[in-house]
């Protein structure tokens, strides 16, 4: 009974809502939110049977079966494991009563339908995403390029005329350099937190 009166107060239809702030501590998708490692909700979308929550850490979706069904199942995609990728922005026609966000997380392809009347919350999203989507484009560019790099450190050092002692010693300095080069590279970019790019974009 609580539950849908919440439900009812929050104004959820089969097209999605965009929830306010004030009101994620009503949702489902806020019980799975890991606040204990300061996991923190930017933006979230609720119909009768989904929810579609963005934290800085990731992207969690709370698939009900349908819209009468307490049945849930937790989907929790960090964004540093589940690219994304493909983020369009479908506006509606004179007739249409939606809009739509589509993206890819990964290989998984989500499609949501949002109140046409929130449109501008939800282009706050979109340019949320699309910069997400850029910034690790480019991350994983630079870690691919420095991967690379040292690969051909160490080919050219295999043909290098040298004694077998002298290029054993050469190749172990090499690979542990290498190594600790590349976990530098890593933590530098391989993001996890992207709240500051919430932040910019999303105007709550």
């Not at 004030?22 to 909700?41: F, L, M, N, S």
Request: aromatic share 10%; charged share 30%.
């Amino acid at each position: 009974m609580l539950k849908k009166i919440a439900s009812d107060a929050l104004g959820l239809s089969d097209i999605g809502k965009i929830i306010e702030p004030h009101d994620y501590d009503k949702t489902d998708a806020d019980d799975y939110v890991r606040h204990e490692d300061d996991e923190k909700i930017y933006f979230l979308i609720k119909t009768k049977a989904d929810e579609y929550c963005f934290t800085n850490l990731a992207f969690i979706h709370v698939d009900g079966e349908n819209a009468v069904s307490s049945k849930r199942t937790l989907k929790r995609y960090p964004y540093s494991q589940h690219k994304i990728s493909n983020v369009l922005l479908e506006t509606a026609g004179k007739v249409d009563l939606d809009i739509e966000i589509k993206f890819n997380l990964g290989n998984e392809a989500f499609s949501i339908d949002v109140d046409k009347k929130q449109l501008d919350k939800l282009n706050d999203l979109y340019k949320a995403l699309v910069y997400i989507s850029e910034v690790t484009t480019e991350n994983n560019a630079i870690q691919n390029l420095a991967g690379e790099s040292l690969e051909k450190a160490v080919t050219v050092l295999q043909n290098a005329r040298t004694n077998d002692v002298a290029l054993a010693d050469q190749y172990k300095q090499l690979t542990e350099y290498g190594f600790s080069w590349l976990k530098t590279i890593r933590e530098q970019y391989h993001q996890k937190d992207f709240g500051n790019v919430f932040e910019k974009y999303i105007n709550n």
